[in-house]
């Protein structure tokens, strides 16, 4: 029997959720039933040797000028003339136009476009051009209601061409007491130190780190041995440090900076908090769901079916430091309704968003657009 033969195409490989999702793939579906290549524009950090680990290809083609530029087109037509793939499945913005191009021109081949954002401030342009690609998609996939929403409500792609494949995160062994102790004293937490933590790329206009630490002052006036704990990096950290030290919370917010294993960190926390100003989903919600954390996050985007409408976890507006401060507030002091959503995260977590699931319903749809 021939191998099914998939061409992924990707803006970049660096550490996002789309690239966890291709690990899941690379580890998860048979390698004697299937053959894998990627094309992006760059790839950097562990991921692109997981993959190669694993038998994949991948194919860096540059950064593109603009979505529509010629060449760039013809490098990743180029790539997929000598794959010969059955599918091309493509992910964000720029992957999907690469799908999209290949697709045109191998009119055989079948087009996955898998839309993983909540493009809530996508201008008119974008939409339209997204609902161009998406005329040569023969399914197009949404990670969570709110983005299939989308695709159905704002680009009116037709109800039978739409998947919904919700995201995954799998679940890993908790790390050892000796490591925890270590990144404790890596970090400067003290023994009773209450830890508030976020993580995330540092794009504030996106994530808003910036209403977590509106939020401390009032936090600490109840808990004053609360700290946030911000893991990861970007292009704020610098505006952020600025905020805390003018609202005087500088001692009270550590920055850990870029983490190769950032779920570690989530077992140093007693309350673990997403305040984006939109989200598709929010893979971090289920990692820290994963390691008994409650939640708190604001109610956009997919956020709220990820929290099962806030069994799971406790909704708050958005862009609200206030709202936020005292859901956090409430949780510190309230041990039982701590243990419940604990306990409740869990337990969905496991059930709607496991590896296991996320990878045969793939696999079914590879199936089922090959048969």
């Not at 839309?115 to 051009?129: K, Q």
């Not at 400067?188 to 830890?195: F, L, M, P, Q, S």
């Not at 908090?273 to 769901?289: N, R």
């Not at 609200?320 to 005292?326: G, I, K, R, S, T």
């Amino acid at each position: 029997m021939n191998r099914i033969r998939v061409l992924h195409t990707l803006c970049r490989i660096h550490s996002g959720g789309v690239e966890q999702r291709r690990i899941l793939l690379a580890q998860g579906l048979e390698s004697d039933m299937y053959e894998h290549a990627l094309i992006c524009q760059e790839a950097n950090g562990p991921i692109p040797g997981i993959l190669r680990e694993a038998g994949w290809t991948i194919h860096e083609i540059g950064l593109a000028p603009r979505i529509l530029n010629f060449g760039w087109h013809a490098r990743a037509y180029k790539i997929a003339r000598a794959f010969q793939p059955d599918i091309v499945h493509g992910a964000v913005y720029e992957g999907e136009a690469l799908a999209c191009g290949i697709g045109l021109r191998m009119p055989r081949v079948k087009v996955i476009m898998e839309e993983t954002s909540d493009p809530v401030d996508r201008r008119w342009t974008g939409n339209a051009l997204m609902r161009a690609m998406c005329l040569r998609a023969d399914t197009c996939v949404g990670v969570s209601p709110k983005v299939t929403g989308y695709l159905r409500e704002k680009l009116w792609i037709p109800t039978h061409k739409i998947r919904l494949i919700n995201n995954a995160v799998p679940e890993i062994a908790p790390p050892s007491p000796a490591h925890l102790a270590s990144l404790r004293t890596f970090l400067g937490i003290a023994a009773d130190d209450v830890i508030i933590g976020s993580v995330g790329r540092v794009v504030d206009s996106y994530k808003r780190f910036s209403d977590i630490i509106r939020a401390l002052p009032m936090i600490r006036s109840s808990q004053p041995r609360a700290r946030l704990l911000i893991v990861g990096d970007g292009p704020d950290r610098v505006m952020l440090e600025q905020l805390a030290r003018d609202l005087g919370q500088s001692e009270a917010v550590i920055f850990a900076g870029y983490q190769s294993a950032p779920r570690d960190f989530y077992h140093l926390m007693r309350i673990f908090v997403l305040a984006s100003a939109s989200e598709a989903f929010g893979l971090v919600l289920v990692e820290a769901m994963l390691a008994k954390v409650p939640v708190v996050a604001s109610e956009v985007g997919g956020i709220p079916f990820v929290l099962d409408a806030g069994k799971a976890g406790i909704l708050v507006p958005p862009m609200q430091p206030n709202a936020l401060a005292e859901a956090v507030l409430g949780l510190l002091d309230d041990l039982s309704a701590t243990s419940a959503l604990q306990e409740a995260g869990l337990a969905r977590a496991r059930t709607e968003f496991s590896a296991k699931r996320y990878i045969k319903e793939v696999a079914d749809l590879y199936n089922e657009l090959v048969r």
